[in-house]
């Protein structure tokens, strides 16, 4: 776990922000896995070709993304030593940028405020899931970014009751029924926002904004929801499972886990207390 760099601590390193975005298909995720295409692997070796590190430039991003997860609005912190910083300081994001992939995107690098760190200073993410609901003509173009449902009785997805359903999960909750457990992890998070806007005669799409977020969290809640736009289930229905797993230590199993494909981070946002958001964000919740 990384700790903020400090005038006394940093032994003539720079704590540098990157922003940058990528499409998942063909990454197993963003986390370093051996012997698999990641995000962070990329990055990390177009890094270290970039500054000449003989050691591996750990990186630590504001949200992990599963495997075809997407990316428009990645923040990631880096520490760099000083002299190689200062050599391609400049010019760093177009360098970087023709080090990577097609499929990452870099869109700044820059020297980061004293205290930042990409994950716990941010005081919320904000993903967004699509999903095909019409009974046209598919795009094919779409497969890899949009989930295609086919919704039970040939009806379009009840967008109003999938509305209905979110505002009853909004506020400081322990998710467990819609998280896939982690040693040591929390499940307790605070959900700000989540709503469902039709953006077309046959593209729906959720935005769900949160301080954080536990593994498959978005993609749970997509799930539970759209047995509510299906109208499998009632509005009141995923509020119901989440009062009840509460405090327990399993996942909800009623629903299907909405597929990856369809999930974007979009964006991260920080405060100016960068610090003291990092050292609230650290606490170990309970309700």
């Not at 080090?99 to 995107?105: C, I, K, T």
């Not at 989930?147 to 039970?152: D, F, K, M, S």
């Not at 729906?204 to 904004?209: T, W, Y």
């Not at 954080?212 to 809640?221: D, I, P, T, W």
Request: hydrophobic letters at 45%; proline letters at 4%; glycine letters at 8%.
């Amino acid at each position: 776990m990384s700790e903020p760099l400090t005038p006394d601590s940093s032994g003539g390193l720079v704590r540098v922000r990157i922003d940058l975005g990528y499409d998942g298909t063909n990454f197993s995720g963003w986390a370093l896995q051996p012997s698999h295409r990641t995000v962070q692997g990329v990055l990390e070796e177009a890094l270290g070709v970039l500054f000449g590190a003989t050691d591996r430039l750990a990186t630590t991003c504001a949200g992990r993304t599963d495997a075809g997860v997407h990316a428009r609005g990645q923040v990631v912190h880096v520490d760099i030593a000083e002299a190689p910083w200062a050599r391609h300081e400049l010019r760093a994001a177009r360098r970087l940028a023709g080090l990577l992939p097609a499929d990452v995107v870099v869109h700044d690098v820059r020297r980061a405020p004293l205290g930042f760190e990409a994950r716990f200073s941010a005081l919320w993410r904000r993903y967004s899931y699509t999903v095909h609901d019409g009974l046209g003509r598919w795009d094919p173009l779409l497969r890899n970014h949009v989930l295609r449902h086919r919704v039970a009785a040939g009806a379009a997805l009840d967008v109003e009751a999938m509305n209905e359903a979110s505002r009853q999960l909004i506020g400081e909750h322990d998710f467990t029924a819609f998280c896939r457990q982690r040693l040591g992890a929390g499940t307790i998070r605070t959900l700000l926002a989540l709503s469902w806007v039709r953006d077309d005669d046959e593209l729906v799409r959720a935005d769900v904004l949160a301080d954080a977020f536990c593994h498959s969290m978005v993609r749970s809640l997509v799930g539970a929801l759209l047995e509510v736009g299906d109208r499998r289930q009632p509005p009141s229905w995923p509020a119901d499972i989440l009062g009840q797993r509460a405090g327990t230590a399993t996942r909800a199993i009623d629903f299907r886990v909405a597929p990856a494909k369809g999930l974007v981070l979009e964006e991260v946002h920080y405060p100016h207390a960068l610090a003291e958001q990092a050292t609230r964000a650290r606490r170990f919740r309970s309700l």
